[in-house]
């Protein structure tokens, strides 16, 4: 599912990739790997075509260790909207 969800986040795909964020924490996928994803996903394909990027990535897997679950589902969900429309220089 994870495949699902970055690939929905590349296509700028906002709608399926909250979907599949939140199959993703139902099915009970570690929510400190979707952070780790996220924060390549931000400096490996966005890169310095957002600079904020990176930095919203960083914040939210740092929410997820500080604050934890159910909580920091909404800081997921926040970076996945950040991140999705955002222009990819390598597309």
Same mark, same amino acid.
């Given at each position: 599912?994870?495949?699902?969800?970055?690939?929905?986040?590349?296509?700028?795909?906002?709608?399926?990739? $909250?979907?599949? /964020? =939140?199959?993703?924490?139902?099915?009970?996928? #570690? +929510?400190?790997?979707?952070?780790?994803? $996220?924060?390549? /996903? =931000?400096?490996?394909?966005?890169?310095?075509? #957002? +600079?904020?990027?990176?930095?919203?990535?960083?914040?939210?897997?740092?929410?997820?260790?500080?604050?934890?679950?159910?909580?920091?589902?909404?800081?997921?969900?926040?970076?996945?909207?950040?991140?999705?429309?955002?222009?990819?220089?390598?597309?």
């Amino acid at each position: 599912m994870i495949s699902a969800f970055i690939k929905s986040v590349r296509g700028s795909d906002v709608d399926a990739a $909250l979907h599949y /964020l =939140a199959r993703m924490l139902v099915a009970g996928e #570690d +929510p400190r790997f979707i952070a780790r994803r $996220l924060m390549i /996903l =931000a400096s490996e394909d966005i890169g310095m075509a #957002d +600079p904020t990027a990176l930095q919203t990535a960083v914040a939210a897997a740092h929410t997820v260790q500080l604050i934890g679950m159910p909580e920091a589902q909404l800081t997921l969900a926040h970076a996945t909207v950040h991140l999705a429309p955002r222009p990819s220089p390598t597309r």
